[in-house]
Antibody, heavy 121, light 106 residues
Framework: QVQLQESGPGLVQPSQTLSLTCTVS??????????WSWIRQHPGKGLEWIGY???????SYNPSLQSRVAVSVDTSENQFSLELYSVTAADAAVYYC?????????????WGQGTLVTVSS | EIVLTQSPATLSLSPGERATLSCKAS??????LAWYQQKFGQAPRLLIY???NRATGVPARFSGSGSGADFTLTISSLEPEDFAVYYC????????FGGGTQVEIK
């Protein structure tokens, strides 16, 4: 059974860097049949794609966030990570990691439970 | 960026009724569209991919249709567990989500 679990600080100070890690079990990040994505959801709002990465390291980012986001992968630990720089209150949200699956036309079939990040001094 | 517009924002129905949810894209996404269900406090769950293919374990009462820029999710007969928020998502150009439709109990 594939499982994804987000971890990281729940509180980040304004202008600092938000760093989250997603640990994957039941699937290998090295597989070329999947990509590994970050999505966020502002309180009471809809879903916003942040970016994704393949096990090879190839990335794609939301153009609106591209200048201050980086996604990386550690295949040896079966983890991938998100860094969002220079955060403001507008970055407070629930952050999800999820898997895109080539066999499902690259749509997102497994999601983590989400982690709430607050931005405050 | 492809914008997805979902309607209605809220759908008030009773169990057993048919639900019809719309998702319109600002430009053609061919059939590269999915539907997700999200219950309060939970992560989204993939229901439909490729516009009309049910994901594993999704009941047959859920069906998706459409292509190009106009898509529909139909729930043939609402069960109590179907009252939730539904999002469409395209992957034709980056990844974007619609604003969601809340299906609530009337």
């Amino acid at each position: 059974q594939v499982q994804l679990q987000e971890s990281g600080p729940g509180l980040v100070q304004p202008s600092q860097t938000l760093s989250l890690t997603c640990t994957v079990s039941g699937a290998s990040l090295s597989s070329g049949d999947h990509y590994w994505s970050w999505i966020r959801q502002h309180p009471g709002k809809g879903l916003e794609w942040i970016g994704y990465i393949f096990g090879s390291g190839a990335t794609s980012y939301n153009p609106s966030l591209q200048s201050r986001v980086a996604v990386s992968v550690d295949t040896s630990e079966n983890q991938f990570s998100l860094e969002l720089y220079s955060v403001t209150a507008a970055d407070a949200a629930v952050y999800y990691c999820a898997r895109g699956n080539a066999f499902l036309e690259w749509f997102l079939d497994y999601w983590g439970q989400g982690t709430l990040v607050t931005v405050s001094s | 960026e492809i914008v997805l517009t979902q309607s209605p924002a809220t759908l008030s129905l009773s169990p057993g009724e048919r639900a019809t949810l719309s998702c319109k894209a600002s430009q053609s996404v061919t059939h590269s569209l999915a539907w997700y269900q999200q219950k309060f406090g939970q992560a989204p769950r993939l229901l439909i991919y490729g516009a009309s293919n049910r994901a594993t374990g999704v009941p047959a009462r859920f069906s998706g249709s459409g292509s190009g820029a106009d898509f529909t999710l139909t729930i043939s007969s609402l069960e109590p567990e179907d009252f939730a928020v539904y999002y469409c998502q395209q992957r034709s150009n980056w990844l974007t989500f619609g604003g969601g439709t809340q299906v609530e109990i009337k």
